[in-house]
Structure formats: structure tokens, C-alpha cells
């Protein structure tokens, strides 16, 4: 029996091979310019399907916001993982892709933001709350219309951390499976952040 290799005009139309990413760091706009451009990359690159390992214990407010929005608006399929904690303005940028996944052991935090006073003086402190405001109100916002967190736990998020396990985030709709971040054999695997 004879084996038969696809025509070139088949090879064309096979679908480009997705783009494995990881990425372990604090959400900033220094990981931020690394994130979109990893990802615009693999749009530009034939509309590769981007998936993403995310560990990070948070970061600036803003930025976890920013990451939300660029993910939920991106047209290129997009799946985030957390394979050990994503969280507080990581959880938030995490929300904004479509599949998202966590290990059977991983765990998200999320928090009221928060800001130190120190070498503040009044006015400063007025316009810095006016930020932390907005920064709490945009965050939970998003965290409101993509989760179905009980209101008992909502209670526990006003005053302290909220931890969740990976079966409780999904039993919350923060998560869409509990599977492993496993690139095939051979797959090319970024580092957003290399060493």
C-alpha cells in the first residue's frame, strides 16, 4: 500500500500550528509589552491560536485590566492557563480570554485593590483614592459579569483575600476546564519573559 503525502494546495489550506507561551512574572506594562507582542505575533503569523501559561501573583490594577480587555477583543483564539496561582490583577487579565484553563492543584486569589500612604499629603491621597475607586469598582465589574461567585464569598472579598481552588474557579465560571498546560511533542514554546 501506497502512502500519500497532501498536494501542496492541501498543505496550504492546514491550519498553521498554535503558539505555546509561557509567562511567570508580575502583570506591568513591562510583561504587558511582552504579552501583546507574543500574541499580535501569532495573529500576524496566519492566525495562530495563542496558549498561554500564566503564573503571576498580580500587579497594577490598570494592567490586569488592559490585559482583560486586549484578551476579550483579541480575534485570534485564546487559551490562558494557570498551572500553580494566578492572582488579584492577574485573575483579571486571565478573565478576558476565552478558554481558560487550570491545573488540578492551581489556585486564584483575588482582592479589593489597595495603595500605601506613606509620603502622601492630603490632596495627594484624595486623588489617590479617587484611582483606588475607580480601580475597585472597574475590577469587580469584570469579575461580576464573568463569574457567578456566591455572595458569601463576595462578603469575604470586601474585607480580605479571596482564595479559590481550581475546581471551586470553576465551579464559578472562572475557569472553563480543569486540564494540563501540554504542548505536543516539538512544539515551539516561548518564554514572554527570558531570563
Do not use: C
Not at 490585559?67 to 490583577?89: D, H, R
Not at 483606588?132 to 469579575?143: F, K, P, Y
Not at 464569598?153 to 483575600?161: C, F, L, Q
Amino acid at each position: 500500500m501506497e502512502t500519500e503525502f497532501p498536494s501542496a494546495s492541501e498543505t496550504k489550506s492546514l491550519p498553521a500550528p498554535p503558539i505555546y507561551a509561557v509567562m511567570a512574572g508580575e502583570i506591568n506594562q513591562f510583561t504587558l509589552h511582552r504579552l501583546f507582542h507574543v500574541i499580535t505575533t501569532a495573529a500576524q503569523n496566519d492566525g495562530r491560536a495563542v496558549h498561554l501559561l500564566l503564573q503571576s501573583t498580580g500587579g497594577a490594577p490598570q494592567d490586569g485590566v488592559a490585559l482583560y480587555n486586549f484578551l476579550k477583543g483579541f480575534p485570534i483564539a485564546t487559551t490562558v492557563y494557570n498551572v500553580g496561582t494566578v492572582s488579584s490583577a492577574a485573575t483579571t487579565g486571565y478573565l478576558g480570554a476565552p478558554i481558560r484553563i487550570a491545573s488540578k492543584y492551581a489556585s486564584f486569589m483575588i482582592h479589593r485593590p489597595y495603595a500605601s500612604p506613606q509620603f502622601l499629603n492630603p490632596e495627594r491621597m484624595q486623588a489617590q483614592l479617587a484611582g483606588l475607586v475607580i480601580d475597585d469598582d472597574r475590577t469587580e465589574a469584570i469579575m461580576r459579569a464573568e463569574t457567578k461567585i456566591p455572595a458569601e464569598r463576595w462578603e469575604t472579598h470586601k474585607s480580605a483575600d479571596l482564595w479559590l481552588t481550581a475546581q471551586e474557579a470553576k465551579d464559578f465560571g472562572l475557569v472553563t476546564e480543569i486540564a494540563e498546560f501540554a504542548p505536543p511533542a516539538r512544539s515551539l514554546v516561548l518564554n514572554v519573559l527570558p531570563g
